[in-house]
């Protein structure tokens, strides 16, 4: 799996975490080992622009997703992977903290960095969180993930309730 994790923000994030759990998620979505993705952190200010620029709302957003292939996980266990280019996730590590600080259960920059990774990668696969039955089904793969991700690593407790919309 090529994953491409560059950090613009000028904020210290754990970027070895951002990488080992897109590849965890991508791998646990069944897409190819040879498929590319890149994850990319910017400041507020170019979160902004890019929230305006694409989806015309105001101020800036905690993650946003660029499908390039629009892959999507095989249908049946037996089925081939896609492989292709996944396309860009952008965080913002300003916006997650502030997320992470207000969420009810209180957690770090770093950890939500890691849920809206995986958001994003769910983004990139087709998943959407309009309909109450797409949001069910989405955040509900989201935290299986994120917490047999977290459960590998010896982490304790659940991952962070989601705090993106």
């Known amino acids: 799996m090529s994953i491409d994790v560059n950090n613009e923000s000028g904020r210290e994030i754990?970027?070895?975490?951002?990488?080992?759990?897109?590849?965890?998620?991508?791998?646990?979505?069944?897409?190819?080992?040879?498929?590319?993705?890149?994850?990319?952190?910017?400041?507020?200010?170019a979160m902004e622009q890019?929230?305006?620029?694409w989806m015309d709302?105001?101020?800036?957003?905690?993650?946003?997703?660029?499908?390039?292939?629009?892959?999507?996980?095989?249908?049946?266990?037996?089925?081939?992977?896609?492989?292709?280019?996944?396309?860009?996730?952008?965080?913002?590590?300003?916006?997650?903290?502030?997320?992470?600080?207000?969420?009810?259960?209180?957690?770090?920059?770093d950890e939500e960095l890691q849920m809206l990774t995986v958001h994003g990668v769910l983004h990139l696969l087709g998943y959407d969180h309009e309909t109450p039955g797409e949001r069910t089904e989405m955040f509900g793969l989201q935290a299986a993930i994120v917490d047999g991700w977290r459960a590998e690593r010896g982490l304790e407790g659940p991952s962070p309730a989601p705090t993106t919309t």
Do not use: N, W
């Open 57 to 109: 709302l105001p101020g800036p957003t905690d993650v946003m997703s660029f499908p390039m292939d629009e892959l999507r996980p095989p249908s049946k266990d037996g089925d081939e992977p896609p492989q292709g280019l996944l396309g860009d996730i952008v965080l913002c590590p300003d916006v997650a903290e502030k997320q992470g600080a207000e969420a009810p259960t209180k957690h770090s920059m």
């Open 14 to 45: 754990d970027e070895r975490a951002i990488l080992d759990i897109a590849r965890y998620a991508l791998a646990r979505m069944r897409i190819h080992p040879l498929s590319e993705l890149s994850v990319i952190a910017v400041d507020t200010d």
């Open 50 to 53: 890019l929230h305006k620029q």
